[in-house]
């Protein structure tokens, strides 16, 4: 299989829950060998993703809060590039949270959600304009200030569809708000391919910053600036994640579910990117 993002020969690299993951011999991007589309995309992001525990969110509306937050967070990191607000796409938006953290934040906008149930739950019980679709193949008359990815682009079943698109969907000057897991980074490094992120079929794809921002440039944006997110969880949440990871320990009980746990974001990275 060809590398999805510069289309070059791949190598494989190795198994990860019975898919083989290979890596390009050009761009070194890393990918699944699974030929992913729109079928495989509601399929991964059913209702199950959301409240079933393990890669993907445990009891999603617990997430709201901190959600919301993270929405505020970046809503207040963008005031340093940005001069003026104005209309947003989140992708892959789920029931709508940190598109409501956005608005909170002087943002309006609309959220992009291939699942039609979760879409719903947005538009039905929280007011918020939630489309279902993928943005490799959403269409729409505007175009928008600001297009934010939050935890997207790794689910990504065709990478430069989708990144086309968002060129497209952006004004001149627009900006592409990307947040994802690092390939790069130690602890992925450290676990190898224990990675919690190697999960596949749900994530397909892993990249580096620098891959990232290569790979992009193609499409027109220009890195603007970069960092580390930080991030917290509820301690149901982080047990989802190590029960996922380490099984059912008993020493799990012992992590109240209604805290709040810092989670170690050494391995996300997020990127604001300028449409030029
Ligand atoms: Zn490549």
Redesign the pocket.
Known sequence: MN?P??Q?RSKFAFEAKGYNLLD?V??K?RFAEISADEKHVAEIYDDSYFDGGGAGYSDYSAESEMLIKRGHMYGDKLKKFVDKKGKLLDVGAAAGFILQGFIDEGWNGIGLEPNAEIAKIGRDEFGLDIRQGSLESFEIEEKFDLISMIQVVAHFYEPRKAFENASQLLKKDGFLLIETWNRESFSAKVFGKNWHEYSPPSVLQWFSLDGLTEFVQEFGFEKVSSGRPSKKISGKHAKSLLKYRIGDNFLLKLIPESINFPYPSEDLFWVLYKKK
Do not use: G, V
Request: proline share 0%.
């Open positions: 590398c993002l510069c070059s390009c050009k761009c991007h």
